[in-house]
């Protein structure tokens, strides 16, 4: 939506960004690291032509969990950060849906993390630039003076861990890009945000609850997809299916939530300046509106989450301070 070339190109007419984390843009130079490490692991590091080589390495090679993908910047499709883009009005005016689960980080945290020297040292590989300070703030945030709960074959911070990612990686971003959008109020661009938060019992046995895209299976059906779904979606869970699934196709066809709805579903408000969201849940779906102490949070973080956006210089600090 940043994009110069897809803003020319007019490339969309709506978007939906479900459970969306923050990528780091980089430099070509900056990126060369990533792309000499797929070389690493595909055996193309002594070619002659390193991206003839990569061109002809089978899909299957490519899919390592050693090298991390992100885009770069670029003077031609991404010349510049999208928050930067956004904030100053420099985006496509489209249509938007923009949402996150209940328990966004819990499969992307290592389960097993137990104690706080791990978490700070998860944290400081994600964001060297962070102050001793700026962790004891985090501590102050998600895991210090508060109690949590424990699960089978888990760490005792993997769930405050997982909350702080998912708050720092997904709904503080979601948070800054509709803030902005919601400031900017152009009748082109109206967005809706949500939170995902079907409950499946075996799930949140096992401390995953909502997990990233879990809202994959109710979207696409239950058997659309991986094969492995919450088995309640099938039963117990089965009636918000088709609630959620009509009001993504409404969006696809009209470009809003709302004209294609399933009969008593609410109607879905906008997302304005008082940071409304639909709660999707079996059988109590509803508006509300972002809690004041998770916009508090997201006020802490945003140097964090803005640093993450990019790979800042060398020597460069970021510090979190309490509100």
């Known amino acids: 939506m940043a994009s110069p070339v897809v803003r020319r190109k007019k490339l969309f007419v709506g978007a939906i960004s479900e459970s969306t984390y923050q990528n780091t843009y980089r430099t070509l130079e900056q990126g060369k690291t990533q792309y000499d490490c797929l070389l ?3 055996g193309c590091g002594e070619s002659n032509s390193t991206l003839a080589c990569l061109r002809a390495v089978n899909a299957t090679a490519l899919q390592t969990t050693n090298c991390g993908f992100n885009p770069n910047l670029d003077p031609e499709i991404i010349p510049q950060l ?16 923009l949402g996150a689960c209940n328990e966004e980080g819990t499969k992307n945290v290592p389960q097993s993390i137990d104690t706080l020297s791990e978490v700070h040292s998860l944290l400081l590989s994600r964001a060297p630039s962070l102050t001793n300070s ?19 074959n888990s760490g005792k911070y993997w769930r405050p861990l997982s909350r702080a990612y998912a708050e720092i990686y997904s709904t503080c971003v979601d948070n800054i890009y509709q803030d902005i ?6 009748a082109a661009a109206p967005t809706w945000n949500y939170r995902y938060g079907v409950l499946d019992p075996t799930h949140e046995a096992q401390g995953f609850g909502a997990y990233h895209v879990v809202e994959m299976f109710a979207i696409w059906g239950p058997n659309n997809t991986d094969g492995n779904p919450p088995k309640s979606y099938n039963t117990t869970n089965a009636a ?3 609630v959620i699934r009509n009001y993504w196709t409404s969006f696809i066809r009209h470009l809003d ?14 997302r304005g300046k008082g940071r409304e969201r639909l709660h999707f849940v079996t059988n109590g779906t509803a508006m509300e509106s972002l809690p004041a102490e998770q916009v508090r949070r ?9 640093v ?8 460069t600090v970021t510090e979190l301070k309490l509100s």
């Open 257 to 270: 939530p709302n004209v294609g709805k399933l009969g008593e579903a609410p109607v879905w408000g906008r």
């Open 308 to 315: 993450l956006e990019y790979e800042p210089a060398e020597g």
């Open 82 to 97: 999208p928050f930067t883009a956004f904030e100053k009005g420099e985006y496509m005016k489209i249509p938007t849906i």
């Open 298 to 306: 997201c006020e802490i973080l945003d140097p964090l989450v803005r």
């Open 40 to 42: 690493k692991a595909t």
């Open 181 to 186: 959008l919601a400031a900017d109020d152009d």
């Open 240 to 242: 918000i299916i088709p």
């Open 134 to 152: 700026s962790i004891s703030v985090l501590d102050t945030l998600y895991f210090t003076n508060q109690t949590f709960p424990v699960f089978p």
